[in-house]
């Protein structure tokens, strides 16, 4: 009987023993690297693996863009420089995003397309009062954007270019450019600053102001009428107009360039009038209007010829490394930034003497959409984003629980858009000519850049238009920024950028970019309604565009992240657990029933 025992016991140590390795096998060895094989099978942008393919060209969970408008409550005595401006939100206004990529090509581990993405009204996303037809006071952008860009003109050091010109007896001859510049500017103050103010009653379709009233969806979309864009138009082009019929002198520009070419030009040269709308016209093709502004039409909106419209991408699939994962590669055709959007500027004065031009023009990251697996907490995540016209990194926040599946949040912190940080000085308008160099410790001395500012974003060099963004509310700016306007409240929760990804599979599961887009006013000496306005930075709108993962999705995501990890941590817990127990039954057996 004592040999029964002795082989009973052997048989239960060596069962228990097999139990508690596979159990501990089957958690932490074979399920990982199942696991492992069957998310890296699950990602691959390949035709033949169809949910993915399908669901990467039209994303399954609908995005959502959500404007929040910085209505003025107080026009009046802010125009007149009596008070500083009181902003109260009206919002969201909430568009649902159509997105489709088209004209796929895939070689070898890069896949080109185009992203097709359209806007649609969603009176149900939208705030209680949100309608369609709803109509708010804001800063006039266009106003602010015109006054700017004529002191910049005015400003602006002009290449020594000759206009050439046709003379009634078909010789040619041409005038320097920046002389021609100089002349229309002092003949340019008198006819806009009367249009906009409606002076005579045959410029009742060209009043403007400090203040605009219109729709949200003109403003964003469909764009919006401005008089100033329209009477700079007519200006500009109109032949028709004696000068008579003008209050000011000289008429229409081509009238006021027939006298001033006449001034410039030796008295043995002449020119018609037909020669001058040819020479206004070659100008124009010089100059990039931005494209938020239609002057022919005279109207403007923030993204108006953006809806219904293509940008170009290249990424990596990860076919061969999927560290590479979705990356991108190119967009619209660039791998680089264009120079013309940011200064090539180094971080530190050696670096700049030797030609580093800091991370400015770099493309780094995501667009966005997807990130590769294994989601390290310790490593920042980059995405670049095509509305701020650069590359941002965000860094880990905390763990977040969506519906059951843990995530990392990740969120920019606030180095991101802080001008304190050598890698943003690039980002800092006209940073070539107001920063020192200090050689004893190899910085830059920045005290002089008054338009660096923590938290500003000027898109100038991209957008064509003086145009700033930033986080909501100033978050994390220069406090002075939300001290300059009466409303501005600056909430982490509300305002904040962030993305929870899936830590094992770099999925997003909510992910929201939240930017504002402000105008930089100041005292005009081309707009009498300008005259008296203070400088601040003056905020528009804010912008929420993000998607979560609804209900159907979550339960797809915890088929494949959370059931199979339950089902293995059940089933090795239950054969570690039943080892455990025969090991520990036959150890105090083996104590005990000696006795």
Known sequence: MGRGITICKIVCTCTSLVFIVLGASLKWGIFPAVVDAMIKSSLELTEDNT????????????????????????????????????????????YREVREKTNILSIQDEISFGSYIHYEFDEEESCSTCKIDTEITVINPVMVIVSSLLEDIHNTEWPDIDIPFTKPDNTTSSIKLDALVEAVLI????????????????????????????????????????????????????????????PFPGGSLPTVLLHVLQALIPNDTFIDLDSVVDMIHFILNLVEIPPLIDLEQGTFGFFKGTNATKSWWKINSGKYDLENYNKVL?????????????????????????????????????????????????????????????????????????KGIKTYQFSPDPSVF?????????????????????????????????????????????????????????????????????GIEPDREKHVTYLNLEPMTGMPLQAHKRIQISVPVFPSTYFDCLKKAKQVVFPLVWVDEGADIDDENIKKAKGLLVTPFLAVDIGSGVMIGAGGVLLISVILHSIFGKK
Not at 201 to 229: H, K, R
Not at 347 to 369: E, F, L, Q, Y
């Open 51 to 94: 949910e993915t393919w399908d669901a990467w060209k039209e994303p399954p969970i609908t995005p959502f863009m959500k404007f929040t408008f910085f209505n003025v409550s107080n026009p009046k005595e802010v125009k007149a420089g009596t008070a500083k401006p009181n902003v109260t939100e009206v919002g969201p206004f909430s």
């Open 187 to 246: 003949f340019i103050h008198a006819p806009l600053n009367a249009f906009i103010k409606c002076e005579a009653d045959i410029f009742a379709d060209y009043c403007d102001d400090m203040f605009l009233t219109g729709t949200p969806d003109n403003m964003i979309f469909q764009g919006t009428d401005s008089g100033v864009l329209k009477a700079l138009w007519f200006w500009i082009t109109d032949t028709t107009v004696l000068p008579d019929v003008f």
């Open 330 to 402: 190119e967009f619209d055709g660039m791998t680089r930034l264009p120079d013309s959007w940011w200064d090539n500027f180094g971080p530190t004065p050696s670096a700049n003497k030797s030609g580093v031009p800091g991370i400015c023009h770099d493309i780094i990251g995501t667009d966005g959409m997807a990130y590769s697996p294994s989601v390290d907490k310790d490593a920042d995540v980059w995405l670049f984003n095509d509305q701020l016209c650069r590359s941002i990194w965000l860094s880990f926040e905390k763990e977040v629980d969506i």
């Open 418 to 486: 802080s001008m304190s940080n050598p890698n943003n000085y690039c980002y800092c308008p006209n940073v070539e000519k107001c920063a020192v160099a200090v050689p004893e410790n190899d910085t830059w001395d920045m005290s002089g850049c008054d338009m660096c500012i923590d938290g500003l974003l000027s898109l100038q060099g991209c957008q064509g238009a003086p145009v700033i963004m930033s986080t909501p509310h100033y978050l994390d700016g220069d406090p002075m920024l939300a001290e300059a306007i009466d």
